[in-house]
């Protein structure tokens, strides 16, 4: 398998002698060699981190390797068995928990002062953090909320947000003009965009993956009732494309671009797209609910447990987390602040932004479960039957919620997440 490649080969066929081991940081001349493995395509941001950190410590060189976003599980996991784990990775939040229950992952707690802790908002480190350990800071993070065209939305006289799912149900109807526009776009055609995307519309409805005893409560009478909500709207009101079980949510949001979309789920990236395509888009409040939240969605930046640069990968992270250098990979990839203090950037005072912090209260993670990855997907895969028309919410609920049951291996949220 091809796992990418390493940029600055310094000391890579060398990395298991002891001149590229140890603990040294370069200040006794020789080259220290750290290993960081990225998830997705080479950034600027990633660039200039790797310059700047090599400037201030001229002993030290950078190795990158770029893993495809769709590969990065797969990649780690084929690192882990071959003993050939990076110092530094960039991990989806949902892999934090398998890994440290696996071992892999290095607690950061004892390199990390109060102070830095204290920097961060406490809901987005959590996402690092496992059974009372930090295995990981925040990379990057984006809140998912309801994108609307709002050029539409006054053509069609609606004068306010709407205040409730059942309001949104209704704007989509009103938006929808098929076959040249549709009133909502949702990204079904993979099984994680259908829990990550419209989690906040599940949450409206009460429904949740685990109760408050930690049981898994995919197939709950509100999880059925939001499936019904959901699946209505493409099957009853026909306010989707017809060809969403081939659309995931990347489409989604080119739909909307495209002109052919009044409504998505979408991150801070959306208003930038819009604007750009020449159209007028914004954010929408969260509705009301049973449970009104709003999913942030973090990256995770981690040390391994096999790495023989410990104290120099976390001056590494150190390092990005300095204000100038959030700025650079949140201005790049769309991101939202995840600690108290930015740059002066005039990105931070955009609409996307002003509309998450003014929303900061309903923050919410997904669980933390080591087995997460077939939880999420399993609960897409339940609507993707129920969209299909191949299943009743309730018999799709049941039957991956009983297969789930047979697979995991502790079905329970574990104690204390």
């Not at 809140?143 to 539409?152: K, Q």
Request: proline share 6%; hydrophobic share 40%; glycine share 10%.
């Amino acid at each position: 398998m091809k796992t990418g490649r390493w940029i600055s080969a310094v000391c890579f066929l060398a990395f298991a002698f002891s001149a590229c081991g140890g603990s040294d940081d370069g200040s006794s001349g020789e080259t220290v060699t750290l290993r960081i493995a990225w998830m997705g395509p080479e950034r600027k941001a990633f660039r200039a981190w790797k310059e700047g950190f090599e400037a201030e410590r001229p002993g030290v060189r950078i190795e990158q390797q770029f893993i495809p976003y769709d590969q990065g599980p797969t990649v780690y996991n084929t690192m882990i068995q071959g003993g050939n784990l990076p110092d530094l990775g960039y991990l989806f939040m949902g892999m934090i928990s398998e890994y440290a229950e696996r071992g892999v992952l290095e607690p950061l707690d004892a390199y990390m002062t109060a102070a830095e802790r204290d920097a961060w908002i406490p809901e987005a480190l959590s996402a690092g953090e496992y059974r009372g350990r930090t295995y990981g800071v925040p990379l990057w993070g984006a809140n998912r909320v309801l994108y609307a065209r709002t050029d539409w939305m006054e053509e069609a006289g609606v004068g306010g947000q709407p205040d409730t799912w059942e309001a949104v149900r209704e704007l989509a109807m009103k938006l929808n003009d098929p076959p040249e526009r549709y009133g909502i776009c949702v990204g079904a055609g993979r099984a994680k965009h259908l829990m990550q995307e419209q989690i906040a519309m599940m949450w409206g409805f009460g429904a949740d993956f685990f109760d408050g005893d930690g049981r898994l409560a995919i197939n709950s009478p509100e999880a059925v009732a939001y499936v019904k909500f959901l699946t209505d709207m493409h099957l009853v009101d026909r306010v989707m494309p017809p060809g969403i079980l081939n659309l995931n949510a990347d489409d989604c949001y080119a739909v909307m671009d495209a002109g052919k979309a009044g409504l998505t789920f979408s991150g801070p990236w959306q208003y930038e797209r819009c604007r750009d395509a020449g159209i007028a888009c914004e954010p929408l409040i969260t509705p009301s609910g049973r449970d009104r939240k709003m999913l942030l969605i973090l990256d995770i930046f981690s040390v391994f447990s096999t790495s023989k640069q410990k104290d120099l990968a976390y001056d590494f992270i150190r390092f990005t987390q300095r204000p100038e250098n959030r700025e650079l990979m949140d201005v790049e990839n769309g991101g939202v602040p995840v600690t108290g203090t930015v740059s002066e950037h005039g990105y931070y005072r955009t609409v996307p932004i002003r509309n998450y912090l003014a929303q900061a209260d309903l923050i919410r993670l997904t669980p933390k479960h080591p087995e997460w990855t077939k939880i999420q997907d399993g609960w897409g895969e339940a609507i993707q039957m129920v969209l299909a028309g191949t299943a009743s919410p309730r018999e799709a609920l049941d039957a991956v919620y009983a297969r789930l049951m047979r697979e995991l291996e502790d079905p329970m949220l574990p104690r204390g997440e």
